[in-house]
């Protein structure tokens, strides 16, 4: 087996693999240059060497050939099997030829470089003129022209020149690989030399058989073929399983493995300087198509598999210069390129996105195509290929929030750091041992404007860690929000809340609780069931509970939202919007909803003293809430102005700290006796 090599952007020692090349090449040319009176001696006066030679080179022209991801090939060539024969029967200068005229061959079909042909010329030379020279020592005599018959010398003559074949052109090998690449990363450079020398040593075993049938009865030659073909077929099956397993059987790119083989074999020199560039990175862009879904459910997975067939062609098309393209499954695509700086990466990804732009015609429907696509920057991004991975998918959901066809990776966005990750280990191990002295709730009172009196409170978590303190809460939810974690804190929020509204009770303070659920919570159904059951253990009145959810979690799944919070209103639960005015919920689905209130995000009340924009969004949130029958709430109310703006609007209730920051549980009945508006009914 030969792996031939398309260059690289510039080798990384560009002068050391020159010298290589002169020298290999030159040393060749001597060498076979003194054999030519033993080549014209053989040429004129043995037809067997002439037959043998014949089918050397066509054995090479009808070599197995198969590229691999990255602009490699795989050569399958069991040219050695004859030449070595030719050498053992009739010398050095023949076999030189023999394997000269196979090289050009094989280099003719996969279009190799003159200077690559040549290096594997000079390669294959070197290593007959090696085993020549124990041939020469050895002087096995297998027909006894010149004596006995020494079986076992000439047994390990032949042995010692096929090893000594096998030692100067691994050698060679190992050599070429590592000026022409920068160095192979170990386990690669082992796993491709040590097959390709495998394959080499199975074809020399056979050649003594075929030298001894030449000199026998040339009617057997032809019978070599049988086992031959056997050791070829073997190496070809190993390859093509090799190749299978790196590849995508829908649209033939590179799979995730075949992806990583291309970056651990390119990432040995990016990074590095040498003298033609100064410095080199690899980009990976993670790509994911828009609406995929949608064509799939209106038009059939096998229309689907067309479109990804088609987008797959219109990546390979852009890829650059020893890049590889690769399809992870479903809509997902990377593509690894070479290139000098961050700025070359992202003008890739416009060239990419360029070539998506035109509409992809399937069964006579035009169908647009568009993506978002995330960037990583290998070093700068991370050092190894799962954390570049990660990083470069992190940047391709940024892309699709913002709304983006592509983003470079930043690590402010990135919700999953080792660090982050680590945190939720320990949020985890705190809610199972139920540590309060970590994990506390804080109630914030929300007041009418209307007389100032305190309507209920708002449950807002509050965790300090024992080594890094208090740990901002938004960033704890971005990371659980999506595993187990999530649901155990909604059951430990539940009871706590039931826990804390029951000892109220008993205390002669009725308040209505918000609490904030997830996504997650609102699209499982459980939280009804396990909330019904509590509020029945805990002798809760269900109007004194009240679930706050997002526009975000309303909006990314509005059927299943609906079906949950009409089962908590069935069970007599109130559901708050929060945020309202920061996502992109429609009337429509705002009016399917059993809503008892719609919370106007802070970010528009903070403003609306001196933006009349923002103040004009207050007051229309307001009169359409009151149309509707819903109370109102505004969050953040920290000055006395925004306070009466608010009341003047008709808002029902306000929150912030201008009424009072959130406070622990046992400080909120000091602060209901001190507060002038006193404590409403609940309603």
């Not at 990804?349 to 070539?355: G, K, T």
Request: hydrophobic fraction near 50%; charge should be negative.
């Amino acid at each position: 087996m030969k792996v031939l090599t398309r260059p690289d952007i510039g080798p990384a020692r560009p002068r050391l693999f020159l010298a290589y090349t002169v020298g290999v090449t030159a040393l060749a040319t001597a060498i076979t240059v003194s054999q030519l009176g033993q080549i014209a001696q053989t040429a004129r006066t043995e037809p067997r060497f002439w037959l043998l030679a014949a089918l050397a080179v066509l054995v090479a022209w009808l070599a197995f050939v198969t590229p691999r991801p990255g602009g490699a090939w795989i050569v399958l060539c069991p040219t050695v099997c004859f030449t070595f024969a030719i050498l053992l029967c009739w010398g050095l200068g023949p076999a030189i030829v023999a394997q000269t005229a196979a090289v050009v061959a094989v280099a003719w079909r996969v279009r190799q470089a003159p200077r690559d042909a040549a290096v594997s010329g000079g390669e294959f030379t070197l290593a007959f003129t090696g085993a020549s020279a124990v041939v020469y020592l050895g002087d096995p005599d297998p027909f006894g022209k010149h004596g006995p018959v020494n079986v076992l010398g000439d047994a390990l003559t032949v042995v010692g020149a096929a090893t000594a074949w096998l030692l100067i052109f691994g050698a060679l090998l190992a050599v070429s690989a590592w000026l022409r690449r920068g160095g192979l990363p170990p386990q690669a450079a082992t796993g491709t030399i040590g097959y390709h020398i495998l394959f080499k040593a199975a074809l020399l075993l056979l050649s003594p058989v075929l030298a001894v049938t030449a000199h026998v009865n040339m009617a057997f030659v032809p019978l070599v073929f049988v086992p031959l073909f056997a050791v070829q077929r073997m190496a070809r099956l190993s390859n093509e399983r090799e190749r299978a397993a790196g590849l995508d059987p829908l649209t033939g790119l590179a799979n995730r493995a075949g992806l990583k083989a291309r970056f651990d074999d390119l990432a040995t020199w990016a990074g590095r300087r040498t003298a033609d560039v100064a410095g080199r990175r690899l980009a990976l862009l993670v790509l994911d198509l828009d609406r995929f879904k949608h064509v799939n459910d209106a038009l059939g997975h096998d229309i689907g598999d067309q479109l990804l067939v088609a987008v797959a062609n219109r990546l390979a098309a852009a890829e650059a210069k020893d890049g590889v393209v690769a399809r992870f499954g479903g809509d997902e695509f990377a593509i690894l390129v070479p290139v000098l700086n961050v700025k070359d990466a992202n003008s890739f990804a416009s060239h990419v996105m360029a070539a998506l732009a035109d509409p992809v015609t399937l069964d006579g429907l035009a169908m647009d195509v568009t993506a978002s696509i995330g960037i990583a920057v290998h070093p700068d991004h991370g050092e190894d290929f799962p954390t570049l991975m990660r990083h470069a998918d992190v940047a391709m959901y940024e892309a699709k929030a913002r709304g983006d066809s592509v983003a470079l990776y930043e690590p402010r966005a990135d919700h999953n750091t080792p660090e982050r990750l680590g945190l939720l280990t320990d949020f985890r191990h705190a809610l199972e041992a139920k540590d309060r002295d970590q994990i506390a709730l804080h109630y914030q009172p929300q007041v009418s404007l209307d007389n100032g009196r305190v309507v209920g409170v708002e449950a807002l978590l509050r965790w300090r860690h024992p080594n890094y303190g208090p740990v901002p809460t938004q960033d704890l939810l971005q990371v659980a929000e999506h595993t187990s974690v999530m649901q155990m804190l909604t059951t430990y929020v539940i009871d706590e809340v039931l826990a804390q509204v029951a000892a109220w009770n008993n205390d002669g303070i009725g308040l209505r609780v918000s609490l904030n659920v997830s996504a997650r919570d609102l699209y499982s159904g459980d939280i009804v069931c396990y909330l019904s059951e509590q509020l029945t253990r805990q002798h809760v009145s269900p109007d004194q509970i009240q679930l706050e959810i997002t526009e975000s979690a309303l909006m990314a799944d509005p059927a299943r939202a609906l079906a949950t919070t009409s089962r908590l209103a069935d069970i007599g639960v109130a559901i708050s919007l929060d945020d309202f005015g920061t996502g992109y919920s429609s009337l429509q689905h705002l009016r399917k909803l059993p809503l008892s209130e719609l919370k106007i995000d802070r970010s528009f009340v903070a403003g609306m003293a001196r933006n009349t924009d923002d103040a004009t969004i207050v007051a229309s949130t307001v009169e359409m809430a009151r149309s509707m029958g819903l109370r109102t709430v505004a969050e953040g109310v920290e000055d006395e102005y925004t306070h009466q703006l608010l009341a003047d609007l008709g808002c029902t209730l306000a929150q912030g700290w201008l009424t009072a920051h959130a406070m622990p549980a046992d400080r909120l009945p000091t602060w209901l006796a001190a507060h002038d508006g006193g404590l409403a009914r609940v309603r």
